[in-house]
């Protein structure tokens, strides 16, 4: 939390965020340079890895025309037999037919299969690598089925990390949000399945994707539709867990359990408690990715009198989400405090506070105009949030969005301005608070 409305455009909340928008820049720049090294990729190939263990470079072994199919090392999945055929892609859609539209090996794959994908290959070291698409025409809905296989299973698991890692950070996506996310069983050893948004006019490009590990083969099954509300994962979950049992056959780690998909957020690199970037709101005029960056905890406006500090929490702490790399005011960006109470109730207490102060912030403070924009109230959480503007006079008026929640013994406090063209909707915001709450969770 970095200043407050009293601090003007361009000085104290502008220069503070200035400053940690140069840190998360150079942040970028630093991961972005790597070091490369020189490995062999599976097949002969070779490829540049950066020092963080990503192949980044577009076409890397593109048209190389070497391939990763390393036959006389392996059995597992030495043809496209075991993937998905147009019949057990049937759960993905009732409607219409769905027809195999291309399927490529290691030396064809193109650099970017599924979404999120950071590097072409998880496992560069890897034996070999199908791609499958599919497409239905009546739906015209898309899906593509990619499967990697390591050495052995120990190398596969690390694959299967690396690839939940790209989902959780989803950072070579533009304007994408993490809608939902699963904990799934019964569909190889393990896997996750999430959903990501992308606006898209009136109605939103949603892309679902199961990723699991089984013995040698780690798996990415992604489902491309258009709706007005997130898809459920029972589409998906049904034909991952049928694309993992024809291909464990061959690489192992077969399960014998029921597919269940159980509702949890995927893990993050960010500081635990806080969200990552990939679950904040899209903006239509941003294409640039969010960047986190640690804050100093400040007092909000005037409206909540927001001290953790003075309310005995036992630990507290702040993050800035800001777009370095777009060209935005130097005062845009998104707040982020959780703060953790020795108890429930005295959580719950100062957030009931807070939510007081604000809700009666206009008739104690006289420049100010408070609008509630809508509730939190579930099993686990609740909060509320609210637009606030406030009048400094000569025709200047700032305008912010403030949350706030309680989960537990967790308060989290959230705080964005609204600036011209720079603005989310009531319900984006309200959603961004929840998955604040949510990730508030590990702060610890």
């Known amino acids: 939390m970095a200043g407050s409305h009293r601090a003007p455009r361009g000085g104290g909340r502008a220069a503070a965020r200035e400053a940690r928008r140069q840190k998360a820049r150079k942040r970028n720049q630093t991961i972005a340079a ?93 034996l070999r690598t199908w791609v499958r698409t599919f497409s ?85 099954l992604e489902h491309d539709t258009i709706s007005g509300t997130p898809p459920p994962p029972n589409a998906v979950l049904a034909t991952a867990a049928a694309a993992a049992k024809r291909i464990c056959a061959q690489s192992g780690g077969c399960s014998k359990a029921a597919p269940v998909a159980r509702p949890s957020l995927l893990p993050s690199t960010e500081a635990p408690g806080f969200m990552a970037p990939v679950d904040l709101p899209v903006l239509a005029e941003i294409d640039k990715p969010w960047v986190s960056t640690p804050a100093k905890t400040g007092p909000g406006t005037q409206c909540e009198n927001f001290d953790p500090k003075k309310a005995k929490a036992t630990k507290y702490g702040s993050q800035t989400y800001v777009t370095p790399d777009a060209k935005v005011p130097t005062e845009f960006g998104l707040d982020d405090t959780v703060a953790k109470f020795a108890t429930a109730k005295a959580a719950s207490t100062f957030v009931a506070q807070i939510r007081k102060n604000v809700d009666g912030c206009g008739k104690t403070v006289s420049t100010a105009k408070v609008e509630s924009t809508g509730e939190i109230a579930t099993s686990v959480m609740k909060g509320e949030t609210w637009e606030a503007s406030f009048d400094t006079g000569n025709g200047k008026k700032f305008t912010y ?36 709450t949510e990730r508030s969770a590990a702060y610890r």
């Open 34 to 126: 790597g070091i490369a090294v020189v490995l062999l990729v599976g097949g002969g190939g070779v490829a540049a890895l950066n020092a963080f263990g990503g192949d980044n470079s577009p076409g890397a072994n593109a048209g190389s025309g070497a391939s990763d199919d390393k036959s006389a090392d392996s059995n597992v999945l030495t043809d496209d037999k075991p993937l998905l055929d147009a019949a057990t892609a049937k759960p993905l859609g009732a409607t219409g037919a769905w027809t195999i539209t291309k399927t490529a090996d290691g030396s064809t794959a193109p650099d970017k299969a599924f979404a999120c994908q950071s590097q072409r290959f998880a496992d560069p070291a890897g």
């Open 136 to 220: 239905n025409a009546a739906t015209k809905q898309t899906a593509v089925q990619y499967v990697e296989v390591s050495n052995d299973a120990a190398a596969a698991g690390k694959a299967y990390t690396s690839i939940v890692g790209w989902l959780g950070q989803c950072n070579s996506e533009k304007q994408t949000r993490l809608s939902a996310s699963y904990l799934t069983t019964g569909v190889g050893e393990r896997g996750w399945i999430a959903v990501f948004g992308q606006p898209s006019g009136t109605k939103t490009k949603y892309k679902t994707i199961a990723v699991s590990v089984a013995g040698q083969a780690t798996m990415v």
């Open 401 to 436: 969005r403030i949350g706030v929640a309680v989960s537990g013994d967790r308060a989290v406090y959230l705080l964005f301005p609204v600036l011209k063209d720079l603005d989310v909707t009531d319900g984006g915001f309200r959603e961004t608070l929840i998955r604040a």
